[in-house]
C-alpha cells in the first residue's frame, strides 16, 4: 500500500449558531480542556476549538443543528472514577454503562450543552 493512516486528527462536534459561550463554559471550564485559537480563516464561521490530550475537538456552527444521540466520540481517561467525582462536583449529570462488566471497560456519557452524546472510557 502507498499511504499510511496516521491517526485521529480532530473530532468535530456540530452545535447551534450563538454556541461560543456555552462550549466554553462546558469544554473549557467544566471539562478543563484548553481553547486553542481557530485559523483567521475560520473564524467567521462561529465555533471553537479545544484541546483533549492528544487531539483536538471542533465545536462547529450548524445551522440546521439537530444534537446528535447515538453517534459520538469517545475519549480514554486513566482514573475514571475520580473523573465522574469531577463531573458530578460540576453539575455535570454523567450516565453509567451497564455493560462494562461485559467488556471488561468502564465507560460513562455525558450530553454537551447542546445535547450531543459524549463518551468517556477507561481500558482496563
Known sequence: MAFAYEGLDHVQLAAPEGCETDARAFFGERLGWAEIPKPEPLRARGGVWFQCG???????????????????????????????????????????????????????????????????????
Do not use: S, T
Open 54 to 124: 492528544a487531539h483536538q475537538v471542533h465545536i462547529g456552527v450548524q445551522r440546521d443543528f439537530a444534537p446528535a444521540k447515538k453517534a459520538h466520540p469517545a475519549f480514554l481517561v486513566r482514573n475514571l472514577g475520580a473523573f465522574r467525582e469531577h463531573l458530578r462536583l460540576r453539575g455535570i449529570a454523567v450516565i453509567d454503562d451497564d455493560a462494562r462488566a461485559e467488556e471488561g471497560i468502564e465507560r460513562l456519557y455525558v450530553n454537551d450543552p447542546f445535547g450531543n452524546r459524549i463518551e468517556f472510557m477507561e481500558r482496563p
